[in-house]
């Protein structure tokens, strides 16, 4: 039966647990919060948490592998579900253990979860950024912390039914629960701004990072435009010139060299006829070696920079090619076609630009840390930045690929390092690309989750310092008063040096009432009690004294009597002591009452008692009424013969009284038994009782009024 019960509880939580699950998995997969790049925050553990704190640790860890599925599946990672079921078998402890939820987070993420994220994406996603891990550990860690403030201020949100009463907290303490939700509130909102501006910060960081490598580009392309342009120009004015004046060979020849010298950027120039014949060269070491060679080697009818101009007659680009003849640098040609007034093509004038010459773009961009890549149409390499190590003339092509870290530029990875461009096309059909390292960006990204960690650590111990402040401001008072009202201590009349607030001086002044009144309660108990006890002690007194002493006559009782005298008995006994017991008895007792009344009886009584009592007045005398109208006499020390005559004294007097009665008088007579012990005191009580009794009866039967004495 038991375990029936117990099964059925757990198929509820299990069942419970699935359902927070799936419902942490629904957000997982389509509920993304996109951040930095491709990184983006998930918040379905949002779920696995409420499920922990609400339905307990086993229903928790089915809520987190259905809620971490989506994930592992995505990534074929199963490391995710060892992460998620020991993030919640840690928190189940630390929350046991009365830790706050914020905290038992923070404390996971520094002791396993940025340590097993690190692992993880070292040895598994092999990220060799040490920048971008760090992001990616900051990242984790920060969603970590997000999900659990989320919680933490949804918590009192959450119905109390919703708990399950296997989980039920123990009653936090005040001061710990006011803690909590300062914490909490402060925590989130602080998180989430953080997020918000480090992320608009990063957001700037590639925005900036885009414009710079966009304004290298324009840069690079304009400079190489002008650059090309410059030495057009400088073709176009040789043109000129070389139509102007009708030169000899060696003229023009030196012409040409002059011109070559004033612009270097020319590796190599050349004149050349209508018919592709090279008439001029410059350098002269290099033209000198093609001088004598025969016509057909110098021809450059089937070369484009001679075709197009001559086609076309306009000036020409080429792309890049190796320099034939005069050299075999990589070169790239301009050219102009020499026209005459009437545009009848007479010929080129060429120069082969220098592609060495190139590093001056980059030298003249100042503050320049990028790397450049200049492609001609072909695709082929006319220049790049020495870092890259590419040669000229190699064909390149650019190939992105899926970037990791940002979701705003293009990224391509080149000899195993991955660069962060920006391309744009010349008028001459050449590919200008502008790379960056994508430290820049990470570095950034790495500094801005820095900075909002150092925020939130601040925020933490901020919060930390001025929450438990503030939790002990509106506490402290409180348990002072309880303190001081428990302790009956007297309540102060302000409730504490804390500042205080309305309502707990509301409470205190309701506790110093309520304190006033049960010290005033508790005072009249306790004179109801003294009171009281007086009483009882008196009345104990007068029931002590009632059990002995005889209600009529006032003397002791049979029971007052045998109490004092007991102990001197057998005193006087040891000590051989005289000692005498007598038995004294009202004669025709009954006829006095009929006569005259049980009130008058009475009356005699009292005044025997009375008689007695003045009679034997020693303090070794005892006298009591033993029953009805029967007294008896204890006396010790002197000696027996002064007993009995004390008795018989006393029967005299007894004799010689008057009772009144109904206007006459009573006269009464006792009879005595003694018995006196002198000599042998070897007797029992009872028996010297006894004793005296059958002595009183010898008296009566003698004729009554008398006295019988015996000794031993
Ligand atoms: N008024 C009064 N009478 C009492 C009291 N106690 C006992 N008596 C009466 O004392 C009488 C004793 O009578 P008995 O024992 O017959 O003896 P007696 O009449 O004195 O005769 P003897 O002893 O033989 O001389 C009874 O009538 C009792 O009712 C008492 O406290 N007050």
Redesign the pocket.
Known sequence: MKQAVSKTISEKALLLGGVYGILGLITNLWFIIPLYGNLSLHLGEVFVISCLITRGLYPAILASIITTAGLVYETGNYVFFISAILEIIILNTLLRKGVLLLLADAVFWVMLGIPITYLTIKYIYDVTSVDFMQVILLKQAVNGVLIVSIVALLKPFIPLRWFSAAVEPEVPKLSDRVFELSLNSISLPALIISLFLSDSAADNTEKQMENVLKTRTEYYISYLTNYVDYHLKSLRSLEAVVLEDDFTDDERDVLLNKWNKIYSGFITMLIANQSGLIISGSPAEFYNNIKSAPEEKRRIVDRDYFKVPKAELRGYVSEVFRGRGFGDDPIVAISVPILDENKKFLGIVEGSLNIPKFENIEESMPDSDGHIIIKDQNKNIIYSSPELDLNALDHFEIVDITPTFTNRMPIFELKGEQYLYHADTTDYGWRVVALAEPSILIGSYGHNFLRLTIILLFIAVLSLAVTRRFSKQITKPLENLVRNFAAHRPIQDSASNIQTSLEIESVREQLKEAQYLTLEYQESLKREVEIKTAELMKMNDQLKKMSIEDD?TKIFNRRGFEKSVYEIFKLSCRNKTPITFAIL???????V?DTWG?TV??DC?VMIAKELKEHFQRETDFVARYG??EFVVFLSGGNIDKHCRMLEEFRKKIAGQKVPANGNFVKLTI?IGVYSLENDFNIGYHHLVSKADELLYQS?NNG?NRITCDSQ
């Open positions: 009529l008895d009202v004669d025709h007792f009954k006829a009452n049980h009886g009475d009584l009805g109208e009879s009566k009554r």
